[in-house]
């Protein structure tokens, strides 16, 4: 299968998913490019590293939010992938975008959904006081880290967590989540159906 993966940020999720295919021939997909919002960010350095095409494109230069849909949607379809994989990416997708790859566009997410989505997952959940969270991989639809669920990991609360050391060890369970997620979902195919996704 073709990936095209999002990224805004470090891109340690992009890395594993590299560093997998890399590792196992049989993984079944490959990334063909990665795409980003920004500039100048750790991620975009990893795909130029790895070979790989790389395209930005920013909201500031587009007329709106609609035109800056449009012209993702264009340039993740330009490299025609199988799976759109949102790892890091952070801004939502309109309708552009999920009219052309709804049900093929995987994010994801440093909480156990439905409980705190949005862009502080993390933060919020430890200001909230529990004691186990985790990570969520979905399909992206209309709403915010409100799609279908694929998979969870668990990470428990240390007392002495901070924002960043509880994010760190979420991302190491994270990162393997959605690299074995993907690969299934490539190498098994699957079905959404409301709200369940079943992979053979
Ligand atoms: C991940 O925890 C992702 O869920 C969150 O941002 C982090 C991205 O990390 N939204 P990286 O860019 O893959 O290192």
Not at 24 to 34: E, L, M, N
Not at 91 to 108: A, C, E, Q, S, Y
Not at 145 to 169: F, K, S, Y
Request: glycine share 12%.
């Amino acid at each position: 299968a073709r990936l095209v993966v999002l990224v805004s940020g470090s891109g340690t999720n992009l890395q594993a998913l590299l560093d997998r295919i890399a590792a196992d021939p049989g993984y079944g997909a490959r990334v063909v490019a990665v795409g980003a919002d920004r500039e100048g960010i750790a991620g975009l350095e990893r795909a130029e590293a790895a070979g790989l095409p790389t395209f930005v494109c920013r909201v500031k230069d587009h007329a709106d939010r609609d035109a800056w849909d449009r012209a993702l949607t264009e340039a993740v379809a330009a490299h025609e992938p199988d799976l759109v994989v949102s790892a890091g990416f952070m801004k939502i997708v309109g309708k552009h975008f999920l009219d052309r790859f709804g049900g093929r566009l995987v994010n994801t997410h440093p909480a156990l959904l439905p409980s705190f989505p949005g862009a502080h997952g993390v933060r919020d959940a430890l200001a909230h006081g529990v004691k186990v969270t985790g990570c969520t991989v979905h399909f992206v639809d209309n709403g915010v880290d409100t799609g279908p669920i694929i998979a969870q990991g668990v990470v428990e609360v240390a007392p002495d967590d901070t924002e960043e050391t509880l994010h760190e060890r979420i991302k190491q369970v994270e990162r393997t989540l959605l690299v074995d997620v993907v690969g299934r979902l490539a190498r098994e195919g699957y079905r959404i159906d409301g709200r369940k996704v079943l992979v053979p």
